[in-house]
């Protein structure tokens, strides 16, 4: 991913399929998907922040407790988190949606089943051992098991260089980009 003078491009991805999901491998030490059944403000907000520290993720660091628990207590919102010999590597967030995009052919909203996969990253010492394209497999799986039309997610140039392709790999396709700040 290259930037225009340092400004951010954020890029919209989708599959409008499953059969469109390419799995990666498995990485060569044991590994598990779990999700996180109850809703538990300290682990999404550890998540958040380690993974994100990296990557500019600023906006629910400022968050309370209460605003934590609002946000995990919404209906379709599922934590997921991957495992290396039993020790977190990473967590996915995926959120059942309406989804408002897309249009029917005389021009009028239509309202279509679709997973978003909110967030999504590795913690830092488990980047590079192969296992981002295996949780992004388990990912895009748990997100067409909850039935919808489509799946999608975003990710832009401040994001971890490996995230863009890790998403095109897996069957990921571009349907709009944005330049600038908060795109």
Not at 81 to 91: F, K, L, Q, S
Not at 129 to 151: D, F, K, M, N, S
Not at 173 to 178: C, G
């Amino acid at each position: 991913m290259t930037t225009v003078a340092d400004e951010l491009i954020t890029y919209y991805l989708e599959m409008t399929s499953p059969e469109e999901l390419s799995p990666a491998r498995q990485p060569a030490e044991p590994f598990t998907v779990r999700q996180a059944e109850l809703a538990f403000p300290a682990l999404n907000r550890f998540f958040y922040s380690e993974v994100g520290r990296a990557h500019s993720w600023t906006d629910r660091l400022g968050w309370s407790e209460e605003e934590w628990q609002a946000w995990l207590a919404r209906p379709g919102l599922q934590t997921w988190i991957g495992y290396i010999r039993e020790t977190p590597a990473g967590y996915f967030e995926l959120e059942k949606q309406r989804d408002a995009s897309a249009r029917q052919a005389d021009g009028e909203s239509a309202s279509v089943d679709a997973v978003e996969l909110v967030y999504f990253g590795l913690l830092p010492p488990f980047i590079g051992r192969g296992v981002g394209g295996a949780l992004l497999t388990e990912a895009v799986r748990r997100a067409w098991a909850l039935g919808p039309q489509r799946v999608w997610v975003h990710t832009c140039t401040a994001d971890h260089p490996a995230a863009l392709p890790n998403y095109r790999r897996r069957g990921f396709r571009i349907y709009d980009q944005k330049r600038g700040e908060g795109a």
